[in-house]
């Protein structure tokens, strides 16, 4: 069932509810009062005779004081009952609608009560009786009022709802029905985009009329949702087109150098120089690949991040070491200064990369004679790292795209390739590395002079960031 018509009705059901209640309580209401003013009148009617009575009997006896006040009451219908039971006075017959109540149960008991000295009230079909005792006598006095003229009143008061109460709710229906309709028209519009989206037009949004209503708040997240997905179907193709772009190169080095030397007859050392060219270009295809897979699965959030305890000095202190024979052949300076024992909670391989490329860089583009260190110590609840070096820097115009992936700067593309030429992915795993510890990988600063990264890392993980 769609959801307007369901709406509509639960709508209507409690609609009918509300009404159907409101109009029992006026009705309620109404005949209530209707009656009180009847036993009104009926009270007034008995304390009227019970006053003319007491007038009366002072000076006459007590049939004769009843025929006296009774004469007032000729358009009344009144019957004076004795305890016995038997009729002391009545109004003339035409008048008297029961030649005896004490025919009917309900007014016979209403009577004998009366005897006890308090008023009461009985009603048979459309008549209100009243049974009240005449003070100081031993008589109960009765008299009848019809309700048939009120009640008329109330049978049109019913009337009125009957017609009102169904009219009100197929009003209340239609419009209903319309409302949900518009109020979920929206919805539709929604579904209908949504449905149109796909792989290909991602860059679609839905249409939202209402930033701030229920339905406009599930536009924004859709395509907030959106927004991700494209982002990510973006990344991944970046990352496919560049990879693709990155490997062309060495497997043409590979290509052209095997093709050239394959063209003649070569010396055993021609044979050499050309495969150390092979193993050079491997060596950078092997380091790309594992870059690129590593970024792959970081997207894809695929990677599982240890979260070990471990001493950030020792694994300082092992990265600076694998890179010393590199630097000293480089004929630059590499030392490292850390406080004592550093405990840290995270994946000690992937901060050991994120060392490494950050020294490695430092390394690649300082020219011979030239210094790398590394600083590291706690502030507060983590570890701050710098990597300087006396290097030529990085071009301000450069600085904000070094952390994107395959960002080289020219002068870094034109380098001889060895193995120490990257793809321009270090530093974008280096900072995902810092983020996935909770940190963070910036440049701090560079001038021609050199330049400064700062690595913070959190000592302690409670939760990774990946
Ligand atoms: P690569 O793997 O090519 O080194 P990175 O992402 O590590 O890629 O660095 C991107 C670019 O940033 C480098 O090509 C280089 O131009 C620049 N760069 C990075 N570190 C330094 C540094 N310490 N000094 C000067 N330039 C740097």
Redesign the pocket.
């Known amino acids: 069932m769609p959801i307007r018509l369901r709406l509509t009705l639960w709508y209507l059901l409690i609609l009918t509810i509300v009404l159907i209640a409101v109009a029992a309580g006026v009705y309620g209401f109404v005949a209530t009062e209707e009656q009180q003013s009847v036993d009104r009148i009926l009270r007034e009617r008995a304390q009227s005779f019970a006053s003319a009575y007491a007038g009366e009997i002072k000076e006459e006896p007590e049939a004769k004081a009843f025929q006296e006040v009774g004469r007032n009451y000729g358009e009344d219908d009144v019957l004076i009952y004795a305890r016995a039971g038997q009729i002391v006075w009545r109004s003339p017959p035409r008048l008297l609608r029961v030649a005896d109540f004490r025919s009917i149960p309900d007014v016979r008991s209403a009577i004998d009560r009366a005897f006890g000295g308090r008023e009461q009230h009985a009603s048979f079909g459309d008549i209100r009786v009243i049974a009240a005792p005449i003070p100081g006598a031993r008589f109960v006095f009765v008299s009848t009022e019809s309700l048939a003229g009120r009640r008329g009143a109330l049978l049109r008061l019913r009337n009125a709802f009957t017609i009102v109460i169904p009219l009100a709710l197929v009003i209340a229906a239609i419009g209903g029905y319309f409302l949900a309709a518009r109020s979920l028209a929206p919805v539709a519009q929604m579904t209908a985009a949504a449905s149109r989206i796909e792989a290909e037009n991602l860059s679609e949004r839905i249409a939202v009329h209402n930033p701030s209503d229920e339905l406009g708040r599930l536009g924004a997240v859709l395509n907030a949702l959106l927004e991700r997905l494209e982002r990510s179907f973006q990344q991944q193709k970046q990352l496919l087109a560049d990879t693709s772009h990155e490997l062309r190169t060495p497997v043409t080095i590979i290509r052209s150098e095997t093709d050239v030397t394959l063209s003649r007859e070569r010396t055993p050392e021609e044979y050499r120089l050309a495969l150390e060219v092979i193993r050079n270009e491997a060596t950078h295809l092997t380091s790309l690949i594992e870059a690129v897979l590593l970024l792959a699965r970081a997207d894809a959030r695929q990677l599982r991040i240890a979260r070990e305890s471990f001493n950030l000095g020792d694994v300082i202190h092992q990265s600076v070491q694998s890179l010393r024979t590199i630097a000293e052949a480089r004929g630059i300076d590499l030392s490292c200064t850390s406080d004592g024992p550093m405990t840290m909670q995270g994946d000690p391989e992937l901060v050991r990369r994120l060392l490494l490329?950050l020294l490695h860089?430092?390394i690649?583009?300082t020219e011979s004679g030239g210094r790398v260190r590394l600083d590291a110590h706690r502030a507060g609840p983590q570890y701050v790292i710098k990597v300087s070096?006396s290097?030529?820097?990085?071009p301000r115009e450069?600085q904000e795209h070094?952390f994107d992936r395959f960002?080289?700067?020219d002068?870094?593309r034109g380098r001889d390739r060895d193995t120490t030429s990257?793809?321009?992915?270090?530093?974008?795993i280096a900072r995902w590395i810092a983020h996935a510890h909770g940190g963070d990988l910036r440049l701090l600063q560079s001038t021609p002079g050199g330049?400064i990264f700062e690595a913070t890392l959190p000592a302690s993980v409670s939760e990774l960031a990946v």
Do not use: E, P, T, V
């Open positions: 490329n860089n430092g690649k583009f070096d290097g030529a820097g990085i450069a070094i960002f080289r700067m002068s870094a990257g793809a321009g992915l270090g530093l974008a330049s």
